[in-house]
Structure formats: C-alpha cells, structure tokens
C-alpha cells in the first residue's frame, strides 16, 4: 500500500514538471513572436512585455530545476523515467537561454523602433517563425517521444542557416550603399544571430531526444 502511495506521489510529481515544461515551453514560443512583431510593428511596448516574461522564464527554471532534484532525491526515479528527468533539467536551460536572447532581440527593437525601418527586417519575420517552429517541434518530440520530429527538427536548420546568411548580405548591401544605415543594420545583423542561436538551442534539444530513445548520438553528423 506504501509502495502504491509513493508511486501515485511519483507519477503526480512528474506531471507537474510535464506542465511547467510546457508552460515554459509557450511563453518561450510567445517571446519569439512578440520579439519580432514588436519590431516589425514598431511596438515599444510589446518589446518591453518580452522583457517582462522573460523572468517569468527564469523563475519558472528555478521551479523546474528544484522539483526535478527534489524527485530524484525523494523517489529515486524509475530507470524508465530517470532519463526524462535528467533530461528536462538541461531542456529548462536551454529554455531561458532562449529567453534572454529573446529579451536581447526586445532590448534592440526598443532601439530601432525610435528609427527608420530597413528592408531586412521582413525577413526576420519568415526567420522568427522558422526559429519558433523549430522550438515547438523540439519540445514536442521530447514530450511525446518522437525521434522522426526531432530529427525533422536537426534537418529544417539548413534553411535557417541560409535565410540567415541572406540576411547578412542584404545588411551588407545597406551598408554599403549608405553608410547612415550602419547603425540600424549591426542592431538588425544581431538579431538576426540571436534568432539562428535559438534555432540552436531547438537542434540541442531535438538531438537529446534522438540520444534519449534511440540511444544515438548525432551530435554534428546530421546534415
């Protein structure tokens, strides 16, 4: 009967780490949109809400970190379960780095938003939401255990990259040809890199999952 008590405890336990995850998970996904939107519709205030979430971001973290220590100090997890639970306390890191560069983009948008807009701030949009797609998928492979999304995930990094170095050189370009633009395009150059590191951040995840179910580690080798 104790051994029953302890495992509803474990199973309840481990729940509510799943829905802060995923609570996690959608403010994340929420800072990416409105990072860009705030830019893009030169909305001061939508950049200063990202701000605002994104230490909603790091207590949420430090809530996750202390239940999942807590569990596997308590309950000794399961060894079907202990790879999930080491496995969330890295994911939850790589959440709030993505959430700080998602305060960085808000930070520049505060910026640029008191200038004239530049052509290559379309494109940040198609890149936002490429990002944010790969966030998404990230976590839903690892929530649902799906190793095809995530290596779908490792794969889709390929036109990030591209669209990203597309971005560089229509920056280039500005800056040559007025070098008044200088300043607004390095603001812009940086976003656009805090956007392809997220998508960074989205292949860690998706590449913990392949490691975590298939027990391979594709760690640079998928192209």
Same mark, same amino acid.
């Given at each position: 009967?104790?051994?029953? @008590?302890?495992?509803?405890?474990?199973?309840?336990?481990?729940?509510?780490?799943?829905?802060?995850?995923?609570?996690?998970?959608?403010?994340?996904?929420?800072?990416?949109?409105?990072?860009?939107?705030?830019?893009?519709?030169?909305?001061?205030?939508?950049?200063?809400?990202?701000?605002?979430?994104?230490?909603?971001?790091?207590?949420? /973290? %430090? /809530?996750?970190?202390?239940?999942?220590?807590?569990?596997?100090? @308590?309950?000794?997890?399961?060894?079907? @379960?202990?790879?999930?639970?080491? %496995?969330?306390?890295?994911?939850?890191?790589?959440?709030?780095?993505?959430?700080?560069?998602?305060?960085?983009?808000?930070?520049?948008?505060?910026?640029?938003?008191?200038?004239?807009?530049?052509?290559?701030?379309?494109?940040?949009?198609?890149?936002?939401?490429?990002?944010?797609?790969?966030?998404?998928?990230?976590?839903?492979?690892?929530?649902?255990?799906?190793?095809?999304?995530?290596?779908?995930?490792?794969?889709?990094?390929?036109?990030?990259?591209?669209?990203?170095?597309?971005? @560089?050189?229509?920056?280039?370009?500005?800056?040559? /040809?007025?070098?008044?633009?200088?300043?607004?395009?390095?603001?812009?150059?940086?976003?656009?890199?805090?956007?392809?590191?997220?998508?960074?951040?989205?292949?860690?995840?998706?590449?913990?999952?392949?490691?975590?179910?298939?027990?391979?580690?594709?760690?640079?080798?998928?192209?």
């Amino acid at each position: 009967m104790v051994e029953v @008590q302890k495992n509803r405890q474990f199973e309840a336990e481990l729940g509510e780490i799943r829905a802060k995850l995923f609570e996690m998970g959608g403010k994340v996904e929420l800072m990416i949109a409105n990072s860009i939107k705030s830019l893009v519709k030169r909305d001061s205030t939508l950049a200063e809400s990202v701000i605002a979430i994104n230490r909603e971001v790091n207590s949420l /973290e %430090q /809530e996750i970190d202390s239940k999942c220590l807590r569990m596997m100090g @308590q309950h000794q997890p399961a060894v079907r @379960q202990l790879p999930f639970v080491n %496995q969330v306390l890295k994911i939850v890191c790589d959440l709030e780095r993505i959430g700080d560069e998602c305060a960085s983009i808000a930070q520049h948008a505060l910026e640029l938003n008191q200038e004239a807009q530049l052509e290559p701030i379309i494109d940040l949009q198609i890149l936002a939401q490429a990002a944010n797609t790969s966030v998404r998928e990230a976590l839903d492979a690892f929530m649902g255990g799906n190793p095809a999304l995530a290596v779908k995930v490792c794969l889709d990094d390929r036109f990030i990259v591209e669209l990203n170095d597309q971005i @560089q050189l229509k920056l280039l370009a500005c800056m040559m /040809e007025d070098p008044a633009t200088i300043g607004r395009a390095l603001r812009i150059n940086s976003i656009s890199k805090y956007l392809e590191r997220i998508a960074d951040y989205a292949i860690d995840i998706a590449e913990r999952v392949i490691f975590m179910i298939d027990g391979k580690d594709v760690r640079h080798s998928i192209v």
